[in-house]
């Protein structure tokens, strides 16, 4: 909004122009092929709308024979907006009986690693409630990544990069 409200969190979607993210499967045979790329907000949403998330295998839990979703996740959807990452999912999550749609969100940028770029967040809100000055809020938002299937491809090229960063409306990733 023009004017945000102190202490309110609000959640923007990243645009999702189907025409403007056509060429993220180019983009993505030059990566997995070694080259570097920058990808847009659309780019990487028209990526993630084809691929498999955990809506097709969501999290169980209950007794034998009988599973309930513990989380249903939905379509993750990518922001860049001024130099900033965020990463947003839909999520469902089912306790006792009780059912609460909510947008997990994570907003950040790559850092390196183990000898891999990561993606940091530096604020981690499951619905309104922030969560980054948790211990081990680092471990939560992985389990929630790890709902997004990577293709192997694209995993093994990731282990390769040179270099992951947000610049203006673009992620870059350079390739050596």
């Known amino acids: 909004p023009d004017d945000p409200v102190e ?10 122009n189907a ?20 990808l847009s907000e659309d780019e990487l949403n028209a990526w993630v ?5 955990a809506a097709d295998k969501p ?7 009988v599973s309930a979703p513990l989380i249903a996740a939905g ?4 922001r860049i907006h001024n130099g900033v990452f965020q990463i947003a999912l839909p999520c469902t999550f089912n306790v006792l009986g009780l059912s609460e749609a909510v947008i997990v969100q994570a907003l950040g940028g790559f850092v ?3 000898g891999e770029f990561v993606f940091e967040p530096s604020r981690f809100y499951v619905g309104s409630c922030p969560l980054q000055d948790l211990p081990g809020v ?26 992951a960063s ?8 350079k390739m050596p």
């Open 7 to 16: 202490g309110t969190v609000y959640y923007l979607e990243g645009s999702t």
């Open 19 to 38: 025409a403007k993210g056509q060429q993220w499967l180019r983009k993505r045979q030059l990566f997995v092929d070694g080259g570097s790329v920058a």
């Open 49 to 53: 709308a084809g691929s498999k998330t």
């Open 59 to 65: 999290l169980t839990v209950g007794a034998a024979g």
């Open 75 to 78: 379509v993750p959807n990518f």
């Open 112 to 114: 390196k690693e183990g």
């Open 138 to 163: 680092s471990l939560i938002f992985r389990r929630f990544a790890a709902l997004q299937e990577v293709p192997p491809d694209v995993a093994e090229a990731w282990k390769k990069l040179a270099g």
């Open 166 to 173: 947000v610049e203006g409306g673009w992620l870059r990733l």
